[in-house]
T-cell receptor
Framework: AQKITQTQPGMFVQEKEAVTLDCTYDTSDPSYGLFWYKQPSSGEMIFLIYQGSYDQQNATEGRYSLNFQKARKSANLVISASQLGDSAMYFCAMRETQGGSEKLVFGKGMKLTVNP | EAGVAQSPRYKIIEKRQSVAFWCNPISGHATLYWYQQILGQGPKLLIQFQNNGVVDDSQLPKDRFSAERLKGVDSTLKIQPAKLEDSAVYLC????????????????FGPGTRLLVL
């Protein structure tokens, strides 16, 4: 079963507008972590924001915020005031803990294009 | 602070040849990861090291892939012999992984090595 689902293959947004990138997840663990990464064309994965399953408030990091709806198992990324440099692939990931090891399980990603 | 370094950035080989990738993690990071990212997909973990010991290699195709992390710092990933389906970006990441419930620790990724197998 797919653990991280990103259904939007691509999105377009006008510069300075806000955009929401969807992510749903599946886990039976009560304790987990959710991450969003940005991958520009250069290929490097850049950490954006983290949400812990027990966090009481939605995470925020500058222009990035996470709309965490635990009951619905969704962790959507909101980018406010889009910039041209935000054009990239975006990946949602969940941290799994198995047998003492922790690993990230990634979704397929979605491509965001910011238009001037 | 220097980031995760990887080399080479690009590599083109023919099938059945061998290839090796190198990774230097962020100084002091105990945990090192190798991921494979096939075009159009998210990264998939191949192997995880804690210092110089293997923690998880369940998704490493051991008949052709091998990895080592001598002295708990640099790491190399080798493919021998390569197949067409090995064409991908190979990402190295590291994390402090100090344990103790430091849930917010993320992984820091290098720029990756783009491998094309012809």
């Amino acid at each position: 079963a797919q653990k991280i689902t990103q259904t939007q293959p691509g999105m377009f947004v006008q510069e300075k507008e806000a955009v929401t990138l969807d992510c749903t997840y599946d886990t039976s663990d009560p304790s987990y972590g959710l991450f969003w990464y940005k991958q520009p064309s250069s290929g490097e994965m850049i950490f954006l924001i983290y949400q812990g399953s027990y966090d009481q408030q939605n995470a925020t990091e500058g222009r990035y915020s996470l709309n965490f709806q635990k009951a619905r198992k969704s962790a959507n990324l909101v980018i406010s005031a889009s910039q041209l440099g935000d054009s990239a692939m975006y990946f949602c990931a969940m941290r799994e803990t198995q047998g003492g090891s922790e690993k990230l399980v990634f979704g397929k990603g979605m491509k965001l294009t910011v238009n001037p | 602070e220097a980031g995760v370094a990887q080399s080479p950035r690009y590599k083109i080989i023919e099938k059945r040849q061998s290839v090796a990738f190198w990774c230097n993690p962020i100084s002091g990071h105990a945990t090192l990861y190798w991921y494979q990212q096939i075009l159009g997909q998210g990264p998939k973990l191949l192997i995880q090291f804690q210092n110089n010991g293997v923690v998880d290699d369940s998704q490493l195709p051991k008949d052709r892939f091998s990895a080592e992390r001598l002295k708990g710092v640099d790491s190399t990933l080798k493919i021998q012999p390569a197949k067409l389906e090995d064409s991908a970006v190979y990402l190295c990441a590291s994390s402090p992984n100090r344990g103790g419930g430091r849930a917010r620790e993320t992984q820091y990724f290098g720029p990756g090595t783009r491998l094309l197998v012809l």
